[in-house]
Structure formats: structure tokens, C-alpha cells
């Protein structure tokens, strides 16, 4: 990004299943500054872990929310007039002679959240006349960063700076400019300004770029590397017949004599019962299809090719098991979503372990 770009480390959603606490930590050790969130709980969190560095509350503050934001020392996003001055009252009563910061997000086009470009002018007017508040940031999302020839992410761009130059004409020049997110902060340099919000990036993944068309680009991805492995063991093995209906209504039948491992793990802990028919683990370092449907806390799959597969042996979600290898963006594909929603869906029940 180079020097004088900040970057804000994403640890929303528990640090995208990693574990919010931890990550933050090892973030802020590692030199992070600032840290995004989505709400007032998320970042009560990281001060209660011992984060100093400065928080983003991404989507806002609830209304009865801003004396706990202040309390604990966090930047809210505002995309209301009311909203900042809800703000304002609040530093009111708790603050009387510090300001506070906020960052005001615009809707550049993701008609998600935001401030609609049409309210940015009687914002500018009317954020002018609350002293306890300094707009230190201005900020959006674009919807498509990954698609390198998509027009609407250009135009989102554009409006971008167009609301820039807006909130200048009125005197407003925030010091913190952000557009980009993961995708945008390797693939658009044109997005960077002075602040960018990297998230998938920070755990070893990014939105693979590619074209309108669905084709990929050809340019080198970034060398990132996962840093989450997911692992259990088999709790048992079975030899079963043909025509053995495995799992939930029977849905996998057996078609020639097979052996049957029993794995602790199910959708009770993020593992998708979309997986059925198409997913596969690692074990002895070799790929076991899933048969039968995924239960709430057991899965099955096919060893019969596996010699020696034993009660006891680990068991690959995510990650390595000899030369084989199973990522997350592996587990998306067959299961017809996106890598974001695969980890954030690991579950609170699955122990997370951490190492140097």
C-alpha cells in the first residue's frame, strides 16, 4: 500500500470465524493501527481483549448505543444527520469539552447503506453546526471490486470523488479517505486514498479477479496463505453390504461393500449439509468422499480405499494431510456459495487452537 496508506485490519464476524479476540491481538502486535467492526458488541469486545488501537464501528451505532460507543473509546460510521447528532447529545452529557470522530459513509451505488448522494449537501451543512463532532473519515463499499472491467464499480469510484469535492466546497476535508476493501486494495490502486480495509486478505484468502464474462485474470494472485486449519478425528468405522442406506431418509445408498467412518463434526458446527454428493475430507492423506447426509454432529464418509483407517485417525475440513490439501474456497465451490460465508459459518462450538 505503501506509507502513507493506513490500513484498518477487518475483524468482523469474529474475525471471519477465526476468533475476533485473538486475531486482534496478533493484528495489533504485528503493527495494526486500527481494526473494523460491525457494531458497538464486536468492538466492546476488542477492548475488553486489551485492543488500544482505534476501532471502526462499520455499520453504525444503535440508537441508546452512543454513550457505550464513546465509553469505550469507538469511531462510529454515521450515514444520517441524526445520527451524528444523536452523537453530538451524547458527547454532550459524557464528553462536554473533547469532540468526537466519526466516519461518514456514502452510498456510491450498492444501494445498501449509506448516505444517498442527493443528502450529502444539507449533511455538509448541517454536521457544520455540531462543534462536539470532527468528520474525521468519509468512506463506501464497492459492490464488484473483483470484477476488473465492471462499470458500475468505475462509477462507483467516480462518485466517490465527486462526493470528495463536495464535502470541500462546504469546508469539509476528512482526513481519512476509504474505498477499498480486500479485492480493491490489490487489484485498484485508483481506490486506495489514504485508508483501505482488508479482510478476507488477512486470513490467506482473496475474491479471485476476473472479467464480466466469468473469465479469469491473468495476473499473478498475491501469495497469500491460510492461516486456519480445521480439523477432528473418526469416532468409528463399519463395514457395511451393498444397498446400505447411510445417514438421514436413507439418501446415499452403498453400491458395493464399503467401509463406513464416522466423523465428529456436522452443520452444529458450520460443515454445510450442502456438501452431500460432492464434498470430500483428507485423511491418512488421502480424499474420503461424504456420504449420506450431514447431521447436526456426525458425518460420514468412504475409507474402503483408505488402508488402515482407524477410530482415532484426524480428519482434514481445511487444510493439509500429506501432499493433499482442502481450503476453504474448495469447501465454497461444492457448496455453491461464496469462502466469506464458509468461515464465517464455523461455528463457537469448534475449539480454536492457536500457535506461533
Known amino acids: 500500500m505503501g506509507p502513507d496508506v493506513a490500513i484498518c485490519a477487518v475483524v468482523k464476524c469474529d474475525a471471519y470465524g477465526h476468533g475476533a479476540q485473538e486475531c486482534a491481538l496478533a493484528l495489533e502486535q504485528e503493527g495494526a493501527k486500527w481494526f473494523g467492526v460491525t457494531s458497538t458488541d464486536e468492538g466492546v469486545i476488542l477492548r475488553d481483549t486489551g485492543i488500544t488501537g482505534r476501532v471502526l464501528v462499520m455499520c453504525g451505532v444503535y440508537r441508546g448505543e452512543e454513550e457505550d460507543a464513546l465509553r469505550h473509546s469507538l469511531t462510529p460510521a454515521v450515514f444520517r444527520l441524526q445520527d451524528a447528532e444523536a452523537l453530538a447529545q451524547a458527547a454532550t452529557r459524557q464528553r462536554p469539552t473533547s469532540r468526537i470522530a466519526i466516519h461518514l459513509k456514502i452510498d456510491t451505488g450498492m444501494a445498501r447503506l449509506g448516505l444517498p448522494l442527493a443528502d450529502l449537501e444539507s449533511f455538509a451543512e448541517g454536521i457544520q453546526r455540531l462543534p462536539q463532532i470532527e468528520l474525521e473519515g468519509v468512506f463506501s463499499h464497492l459492490a464488484s471490486s473483483e470484477v476488473l472491467d465492471d462499470e458500475a464499480t468505475q462509477r462507483q469510484i467516480e462518485r466517490f470523488n465527486a462526493a470528495l469535492q463536495t464535502l470541500a466546497a462546504y469546508g469539509l476535508r476528512p482526513r481519512l479517505r476509504h474505498l477499498a476493501n480486500t479485492s480493491a486494495a490489490i487489484e485498484r490502486p485508483d481506490s486506495w486514498h489514504n485508508f483501505v480495509r482488508p479482510g478476507l486478505a488477512l486470513y490467506g484468502y482473496e475474491q479471485q479477479p ?88 456426525l458425518t460420514l464418509v468412504d475409507v474402503t480405499h483408505i488402508a488402515g483407517a482407524a477410530i482415532g485417525d484426524e480428519v482434514t475440513l481445511i487444510g493439509r494431510s500429506g ?34
Not at 240 to 266: C, D, E, F, H, M
Not at 325 to 351: Q, S
Open 323 to 356: 501432499a493433499q490439501e482442502i481450503t476453504a474456497r474448495d469447501l465454497a465451490r461444492w457448496e455453491g456459495t461464496v469462502v466469506y460465508e464458509t468461515l464465517c459459518n464455523l461455528t463457537k462450538r469448534v475449539p480454536r487452537r492457536y500457535v506461533e
Open 210 to 297: 476476473c472479467y464480466r464474462d466469468g473469465s479469469p485474470a491473468t495476473a499473478p494472485p498475491l501469495p497469500l496463505r491460510p492461516v486456519l486449519a480445521w480439523k477432528t478425528h473418526v469416532i468409528a468405522v463399519r463395514d457395511v453390504p451393498a444397498g446400505q442406506a447411510l445417514g438421514y431418509n436413507g439418501a446415499y445408498k452403498t453400491t458395493a461393500p464399503a467401509r463406513i467412518a464416522t466423523v465428529s463434526v456436522g452443520y452444529g458446527d458450520g460443515l454445510s449439509r450442502r456438501l452431500f454428493g460432492n464434498g470430500e475430507v483428507l485423511l491418512r492423506g488421502q480424499r474420503a468422499p461424504i456420504r449420506g447426509r450431514i447431521s447436526m454432529d
